[in-house]
């Protein structure tokens, strides 16, 4: 039973990529897991070509440094005929309203620009990320609550595709991983650390060295309260960093907080901790970035193995829909 997930290289992975993603895809992933980097997704906003293609390679690189086996990663874009031609078929498939409906778009979309500005690929793209589930024949894909909407389509289409011309697709579902603790911008601990936030001081990425993130550590906002508790609620920035060492050591966060008589001692070994946790991701993509033909022949023996699996598939769609 094949499970899928993707993760966009909208910006740098970070700290809660790791924590909250791709460490447990790497630690319980099972043999048929496939995981891929959504190069295609990040096309939906504004965006630089030149960055998207680096972040890409990045991105790839990070996933097998982590410990993913490189014959189950691939690079979307690497499918975007047989994607795009699936894409195709099933919006054919979907109408106006389903789309419309889709509670990120309308998020989305209704920030700032106006509607008619607002790209269509926005509007599409949960098409696409059906296309990408239902060419790999995955049967489960885990996610957050932000994307169940849209594994629900990929459902819909499913089933409304193998209904009305004939059964090729797996009906795939949603799984909610089990929840990971939810990595916070360490300069706004009211948001969560994220890849496409603007300003990077309070966001450890997974490449940083490890001077750099010492001193973000150590700027991290805390608060004037200097009660080594873990309260989440009233020390939201302390919390944090408790959760953080915690995910790195095993150790609960109540527990950690007796442990440190102050916040500097905590930094301190937080900062310590996470080096450590990232050291061998970060030298390990580091020497495949430093190896471009390695790298190449991993994302192109993955790029095969994808096409293939879905070949069947898609040939069989599109005879079933009355073309090619
Ligand atoms: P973007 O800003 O483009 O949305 P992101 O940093 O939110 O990027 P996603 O690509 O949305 O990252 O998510 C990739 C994976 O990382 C998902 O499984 C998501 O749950 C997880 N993840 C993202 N941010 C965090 C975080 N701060 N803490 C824990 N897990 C996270
Ligand atoms: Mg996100």
Known sequence: MTRLSAITPSGHAHLGNHLGAIRRWANQGRPGDLYFV?????????????????????????????????????????????LGALSWILECACSYGEAARMTQFKQKSGTGEPVGTVRLGLLTYPVLMAADI?????A???????????????????????????????VPTAVMPPTAARVRDLVDPSRKMSKSTQDS????????????????????????????????????????????????????????????????????????????????????AQSLLADPAELDRIRKAGAHRATERGAHRLSSALRLAGVA
């Open 140 to 170: 489960e894909v885990p996610v957050g609550d932000d994307q169940s909407q849209h594994v629900e389509l990929a459902r819909t289409l499913a089933r409304r595709f193998n209904q009305t011309y004939g059964e090729v697709f797996t």
């Open 134 to 138: 239902l060419l790999q024949g995955a």
């Open 38 to 82: 959504s190069d295609l997704h990040a096309m939906t906003v504004s965006y630089n070509p030149a960055r998207l293609r680096v972040l890409s390679r990045e991105l790839l690189a990070v996933l097998v440094a982590a410990g993913i086996e490189p014959d189950q990663v691939f690079v979307q874009s690497d499918l975007v005929r047989e």
């Open 201 to 284: 001081v309070g966001v450890v990425f997974i490449l940083d060295t490890a001077d750099l993130i010492h001193r973000k550590i150590k700027r991290a906002v805390t608060d004037s309260v200097e009660r080594m508790e873990y309260r989440p609620t009233e020390q939201p920035g302390l919390a944090n960093l408790l959760e953080i060492l915690s995910a790195c050591t095993d150790v609960a966060p109540a527990d950690l907080a007796t442990q440190y008589p102050t916040y500097g001692a905590l930094k301190s070994a937080t900062a310590e901790a996470v080096v450590e946790e990232l050291r061998p991701i970060r030298e390990g």
